[in-house]
């Protein structure tokens, strides 16, 4: 539950601006890097994806380590991970990526590329998390 | 490329972001108590769509703006990951691998058919 949300069916009883406001700055950015990374790097469709794995792997360990160190009360905590992390990660694109490996008859590079992304996704997050919260302790 | 179209992928990346924050609180633990469905709905909904945009001719500018900057930020790899760990560590299992099994096949198939679709325009 939404600290700001009311009864289970109703929405929010009152949008904090501010909020929404950093979750758009943050996703502006986030949307921006991906963008730019993936222009730099153009990938076929016989290819690695390398800008969309690195800021899927990247985004993912960052949001573990936002996720556990940021406070609730803070504007950094929806700036960095629903606005940044949200938006610099993208689930669209492996799925579109994908369908167009498996076109190109690279069955074999499309289940090395979902099988190493979500592993790596889940190590780094996992990783994250810990280092935040070992840091947290000292 | 322009400075206009960045600073288009960087409006609509933001309002890609929003619109995610605001289904995943309309969808979150409505349906059911377990299983991260908002970010689901977020990650189907946006293949289907960025299939959908796949399947068109649409390209250059308008599929950076609407592909990379919009349909992108709406989705997220990152959210996902974090709640199948969580769920995860909190010893369901089974409800983790679901998690990623279920994003991936509906993900594939929602991608198809939005292509599908697309490619009929």
């Known amino acids: 539950m939404h600290p700001n949300g ?8 009152v949008i904090d601006r501010r909020e929404l406001g950093a979750i758009f700055l943050g996703g502006a950015v986030g949307a921006l890097l991906r963008a730019g990374l993936a222009e730099a790097f153009p990938a076929g469709a016989a290819d690695w994806p390398w800008a969309t794995f690195l800021v899927n792997i990247a985004g993912a360990a960052l949001l573990g ?15 960095l991970t629903t606005g940044f992390c949200g938006a610099l990660t993208t689930f669209s694109t492996v799925q579109v990526e994908l369908l167009e490996m498996i076109d190109a008859g690279r069955i074999g590079l499309a289940c090395l590329y979902l099988a190493v992304s979500v592993a790596a996704g889940l190590a780094g997050v996992h990783a994250a998390t810990a280092a935040a919260r070992r840091a947290e302790a000292t | 490329m322009s400075l ?10 933001g309002c890609g972001a929003l619109a995610r924050f605001g289904l995943t609180l309309l969808v979150a633990d409505r349906l059911h108590p377990h299983l991260p469905l908002g970010t689901l709905a977020v990650n189907l909904s946006g293949a289907f ?8 001719s649409v390209d250059g500018d308008a599929r950076l703006l609407f592909g990379a900057g919009a349909i ?49 325009l």
């Open chain 1, 6 to 13: 009311s009864a289970a069916n109703s929405l929010p009883a």
């Open chain 2, 4 to 13: 206009a179209v960045w600073v288009g992928v960087g409006i609509l990346g």
């Open chain 2, 49 to 56: 769509l960025l299939g959908f945009l796949a399947g068109t």
């Open chain 2, 72 to 120: 992108g930020a709406y989705t997220t790899f990152s959210t996902w990951m974090l709640e199948t760990q969580r769920i995860d560590k909190a010893g369901k299992r089974r409800i983790a691998v679901a998690n990623v099994v279920l994003g991936i096949a509906l993900g594939l198939a929602a991608a198809a058919l939005g292509r599908t679709l697309g490619q009929q």
């Open chain 1, 65 to 79: 380590w936002w996720f556990t160190a940021l406070p609730h009360s803070s504007y950094r905590r929806p700036l």
